[in-house]
C-alpha cells in the first residue's frame, strides 16, 4: 500500500479518552490497553500528556519501553517544560513522536491565552523547533482549528511545516463543524498551505454534535490521510471519532475512500472489551460495530433475509472485527501454566508472581461457582486483581446483608482500613443502598453517587456482574469497578474502589484548561 493510499491511524485512547469524567487509567492499564492497540496494528498510540503528572510520565514512558510495533506519543502544549518532559517519557521507544498544540481561535487567543496572533505562530515555531530536538517525528495541531480564521490557519500551518513538522493536526476541539464544512476546511488548507505536500494532514474531531465519525470521514475524503481516535469513542465531554467505526467505514465503502488502514480489524471487539472493563464505561448495546446488537437480527424479515443470504441485511461480516465465541475450557482442576498461557494469547502479562497467584486464585474462586469461564470474565478477573494491587488503603474483609419482603434491608460491613478493621452497619431501601451506606458510616468519603451501572459480562445466570460507581466530590468525578457473580459483593467492591480513589489527592493536569 502506498503512503497515497494509507490511511494513518492515531489512537488518543490512552491520552483524551482518559480525559472522560472518572475513566483515569492506572500504568499497568494503560501498558495492557497499548498491547492490545499493538497487535491490531495501530499506527500511532497516544500514551498521555508527561508533564501532567508523575504518573501520566510513568505511563507514557512504560508504554515507549513496552509497544515496539507501534509508534508511541506524548502530547505537550507549546510550552519548553512540557516538550523537554514529552522528549525524556519517549527516550526508550523505538519509534517515538511530539505531539504540541496551541490554540488558533479567536475567543481562545484572546480569553484562554492572552496572546496576540504573532506570537502564537511565534511560539508554535518555536515549540516545533524544540521538539525537533528530541525526535524527527513531531505533530503540531491548532488546538479549536475549527472556529479558527482560516487565513490565519494558513499562517500557522505553513510555518510550523517550515520547522519540521511532518504532520499537521486539525482538530474540531469543540465539536463544532458539520461534515460539508469540515471537509471542504480540509481541502482549502491543504490547497492553500504551500508546503503541504511536506506533512500529513490529520484530523481529531469532538462528538458535541454527534458528527465526529462522519465529520472525519468527510476529512478523509477530502485529503486528511491521518484520524485521532479513541476505541468506544472515549473522549472529552461526549468523546471523540470511534476508531471501529472509522475504520470499518473506510474499509467497507473502498467505493469512496481512496485509501485503508492496515489494522487487523478481528481485534476490535477484544479492544473494545478490554477497555471498556478498566475504564467502567459500557459499551451501549446498539453501538457501531461493537454493540451486543450490532449484528443480531430481530426483524423476521431480517432474518429470513440473512438466512438466505448474508448480504441482504449484513455490510461487513462479524468475524471481520473479532465477534467469535472465545471460550476458556477450564474447570477449577486446570493448573497454572494453562491459565497464564490464555492471559498470555489475550495480551496480559503479570510483572510480579504475586499478581499472578492472586488472579489464579480468583480463577480458582470464579471456576467454582461458574461451569464456563469466557474470555470476557478472564478480562474482569485480571481488572479486579489489579484494582485491590493499585487501591490499598481500603479493601473489603466481610459483608453480610439481609433482605427479605415486608423487612427493610440490613448490611453489616468489615472494611479494613490503612490496615485496620472496621465494623458499619447500616438500614436502606435495597441491599445495594444499604450496603453503600454501610461502607459510608466507615469510610465517610463525603461523595455523592452519580451513577450506578450494572452489566452483565457473559450471558447465563451464572454469569459475573460488573458493576461501575460514579461518584462525586468536590467537583472531582471518578469511576469505580467491581466485578462477582454476586451482584451486591459486585457493587460493594465498585463503592469501595470508587472511594480509594476519590480519597487519593489530585496531581494530574489537564491540556485543555492549562493556561500557556
Avoid at 372 to 389: R, S
Wanted: aromatic content about 4%; charged content about 25%.
Amino acid at each position: 500500500m502506498s503512503d497515497q493510499q494509507r490511511l494513518i491511524i492515531f489512537d488518543t485512547t490512552l491520552r483524551d479518552g482518559e480525559q472522560s469524567p472518572g475513566a483515569s487509567m492506572t500504568r499497568e492499564e494503560k501498558v495492557r490497553i497499548a498491547k492490545a492497540l499493538e497487535k491490531m496494528r495501530v499506527d500511532v498510540i497516544e500514551a498521555g500528556f508527561p508533564i501532567a503528572s508523575v504518573g501520566d510520565f510513568q505511563a507514557v514512558q512504560a508504554v515507549a519501553r513496552t509497544v515496539r510495533e507501534s509508534r508511541v506519543c506524548g502530547l505537550a502544549r507549546a510550552l519548553d517544560r512540557d516538550i523537554d518532559r514529552a522528549g525524556e517519557a519517549l527516550k526508550e521507544a523505538t519509534a517515538g513522536r511530539i505531539h504540541t498544540f496551541i490554540a488558533t481561535s479567536p475567543i481562545h487567543m484572546e480569553k484562554k491565552l492572552r496572546m496576540t496572533p504573532d506570537q502564537v505562530v511565534e511560539q508554535a515555531v518555536h515549540a516545533v523547533k524544540l521538539a525537533r530536538q528530541y525526535t524527527d517525528d513531531v505533530e503540531f495541531s491548532p488546538e479549536d482549528a475549527g472556529r479558527s480564521e482560516i487565513d490565519f490557519l494558513c499562517r500557522v500551518l505553513e510555518a510550523v511545516i517550515d520547522a519540521g513538522a511532518r504532520t499537521v493536526n486539525i482538530p474540531d476541539t469543540v465539536g463544532y463543524n458539520i461534515p460539508h464544512q469540515f471537509g471542504a476546511l480540509i481541502r482549502a488548507l491543504i490547497e492553500r498551505v504551500p508546503n503541504s505536500d511536506k506533512a500529513v494532514f490529520s484530523v481529531h474531531c469532538h462528538n458535541d454534535l454527534g458528527l465526529a465519525t462522519a465529520n472525519s470521514l468527510a476529512a478523509v475524503r477530502n485529503g486528511a490521510r491521518q484520524v485521532e481516535c479513541t476505541i468506544n469513542g472515549l473522549g472529552e465531554r461526549a468523546g471523540n471519532a470511534s476508531l471501529e467505526e472509522v475504520v470499518m467505514a473506510v474499509r467497507t465503502r473502498q467505493d469512496l475512500f481512496p485509501c485503508d488502514t492496515a489494522l487487523d480489524t478481528t481485534q476490535i471487539v477484544n479492544c473494545s472489551r478490554l477497555v471498556s472493563g478498566i475504564t467502567g464505561f459500557a459499551v451501549q448495546p446498539n453501538k457501531a460495530i461493537v454493540g451486543a446488537n450490532a449484528f443480531a437480527h430481530e426483524s423476521g424479515i431480517h432474518q429470513d433475509g440473512v438466512l438466505k443470504s448474508r448480504e441482504t441485511y449484513e455490510i461487513m461480516r462479524a468475524e471481520e472485527v473479532g465477534w467469535t465465541q472465545n471460550r476458556m475450557v477450564l474447570g477449577k482442576h486446570s493448573g497454572r501454566n494453562a491459565f497464564r498461557t490464555r492471559l498470555q494469547e489475550l495480551g496480559v502479562v503479570f510483572e510480579a508472581e504475586e499478581e499472578l497467584n492472586a488472579a489464579f486464585a480468583r480463577f480458582k474462586d470464579l471456576a467454582d461457582k461458574k461451569h464456563e469461564i469466557f474470555d470476557e470474565d478472564l478480562q474482569a478477573l485480571v481488572t479486579d486483581t489489579n484494582l485491590d494491587y493499585t487501591n490499598e488503603r481500603i479493601k473489603l474483609v466481610s459483608m453480610k446483608v439481609c433482605s427479605e419482603t415486608g423487612e427493610t434491608p440490613v448490611a453489616n460491613v468489615v472494611l479494613a482500613v490503612d490496615g485496620e478493621e472496621e465494623p458499619g452497619t447500616s438500614i436502606g431501601s435495597g441491599p445495594v443502598d444499604a450496603t453503600f451506606k454501610a461502607i459510608e458510616s466507615i469510610v465517610d468519603s463525603g461523595s455523592i453517587l452519580k451513577l450506578y451501572s450494572v452489566n452483565s459480562i457473559t450471558s447465563g445466570t451464572d454469569a459475573q456482574g460488573e458493576v461501575t460507581v460514579r461518584l462525586e466530590r468536590g467537583g472531582r468525578i471518578v469511576n469505580g469497578q467491581g466485578a462477582d457473580t454476586d451482584i451486591v459483593i459486585a457493587s460493594a467492591r465498585a463503592y469501595i474502589n470508587a472511594c480509594n480513589k476519590v480519597l487519593q489527592p489530585v496531581e494530574r493536569a489537564h491540556p485543555q484548561t492549562a493556561d500557556l
